[in-house]
């Protein structure tokens, strides 16, 4: 699914609208909803990618039904987007205007939080947790990608040092998740973990209990993101 799309849906909108604490993820979402078709033509092309001023954004936010502060409120929210790696800017030599981008991290990071927004309407009981862990997400650098190369009969994932993969991460379980080797395929398992396991699909996130894995699938374990890699 599309950013676009995804804020198409009421419930997103309201949230990211009505809840100043996903004031990042509302700028963010907009960005990467600029780079999408038909707003992409509106951005003036720059390091190969449209980027997009003040101005542009605003009636693009408007277009998508998010609020957006013009100017000074902008420029603050933006700021603190491209301390996180998620926003990058172009200042013109000539003039000294700026222009926004959501670079590749911001694209992915928007997608992915807009998912589990969605999610969280159908996960009422985590819905505190879930939202925690997508704030905390804006605030810090993309989650790191763990790369595991399978080559043994069981590999666990969690916060306890005795796992396999272990992972300082407040949204994370003890013993969050295992992979082993089934009936000639590998097979991942959530190990009843607090706040679960999400496959990241090329259009969609996905929870999952168990499942199938191939040779560079990606989970997403608390705020850890994680990439399996299967060919021996």
Known sequence: MSIVDSISEPAVRKTLNTDPSFERLRYLVILAAAAEPPFELIGVPAGGHPTFNINQLSRIAKQVGLNFEKFRGADRVLGQLEKSGLAGTVTSDQTGFRTYYATNAGKFQAALNLERLRKVQELESQAKTMQMSIKKQLTKPPP???EINLGQDEFTIGTDEKNDLPVRDPYMSRR??????ESSAWIFEDLNSRNGSWKIE???????GRSTVVDND???LGSTIVRFRTRR
């Open 176 to 181: 969050h998740a295992r992979v082993h080797y």
């Open 218 to 220: 990606m989970y997403q």
């Open 202 to 208: 090329p259009n969609n996130l996905r929870r999952v």
């Open 144 to 146: 790191t990608i763990f």
